[in-house]
């Protein structure tokens, strides 16, 4: 099946620094990836669509100067989140579709970001 | 997406089959069902998919009505390693992204 691996599985970083977050398609190009986030006991919640070698859509709410998000190649998506805060210490999916007729979704492992 | 209406919790001894029911009554006619899983702090994994037909892989059976109002997610011989989240999404055409409802916690009892 396919494969999408995020890199890293987790973070630690201080209060104001910079944090990226790869996440690759291991078996099967993908023309668009997603970046979700998910708070302890919540469900997932969609930050943004990536689409490879075009502006991310960010979904309401999400500031895109704060999370900024790379699609430079057709298996590698990145999110940077900018000036980190204690708020924003959370678990970070990311998914990949697979270009089929029913577009099927897979998830990456996750990574937890947390800011001190 | 369309809304997806899921029981909050499920028990199923380990072994026996869980059945997992889902409710999209508001389906239209050329969208899927998807069903994932999340096991505690891991991403979303797929599992199976259908349109109309009843499928089955080496993870599941997905069991849709005629009326594609409803279906069911069948583990047939659940182990302790199934109990986890179980998301029955279902995608409004043209929107590529997946919405998570609230989901079905599965435990799976020894």
């Known amino acids: 099946g396919a494969v999408v691996s995020q890199h890293p599985s987790w973070v630690i970083c201080k209060s104001g620094t910079s944090v990226k977050i790869e996440c690759r398609s291991l078996?099967?190009?993908?023309?668009?990836m997603f970046w979700y986030r998910q708070f302890p006991k919540q469900s997932l919640m969609l930050m943004a669509t990536?689409?490879?070698?075009?502006?991310?859509?960010?979904e309401q709410g999400v500031e895109k100067d704060k999370f900024l998000i790379n699609h430079a190649s057709l298996t590698l998506s990145t999110l940077t989140v900018t000036s980190a805060h204690p708020e924003d210490s959370s678990f970070y999916i990311c998914?990949?579709?697979?270009?089929?007729?029913?577009?099927?979704?897979?998830f990456g492992p996750g990574t937890r970001l947390l800011v001190l | 997406d369309a809304k997806t209406t899921q029981p909050p919790s499920m028990d199923c001894a380990e072994g026996r089959a869980a059945n997992l029911p889902c409710n999209h009554s508001?389906?239209?006619?050329?969208?899927?069902v998807y069903w994932y899983r999340q096991i505690h702090s891991q991403g979303p994994q797929y599992i199976i998919h259908?349109?109309?037909n009843n499928e089955t892989n080496e993870m599941a059976s997905l069991i849709i009505t005629e009326d594609r109002k409803s279906s069911t997610l069948i583990l047939p011989h659940a182990t302790l390693r199934d109990t986890a989240v179980y998301y029955c999404?279902?995608?409004?055409?043209?929107?590529?992204?997946?919405?998570f409802g609230s989901g079905t916690r599965l435990q799976v009892q020894p």
């Open positions: 999404i279902v995608p409004r055409t043209g929107r590529r992204a997946l919405t």
């Open positions: 990536s689409n490879e070698g075009s502006k991310a859509t960010y």
């Open positions: 508001t389906i239209s006619g050329n969208e899927y």
């Open positions: 078996d099967f190009q993908a023309t668009t």
């Open positions: 998914s990949a579709r697979v270009r089929n007729t029913e577009e099927t979704q897979y």
């Open positions: 259908g349109l109309k």
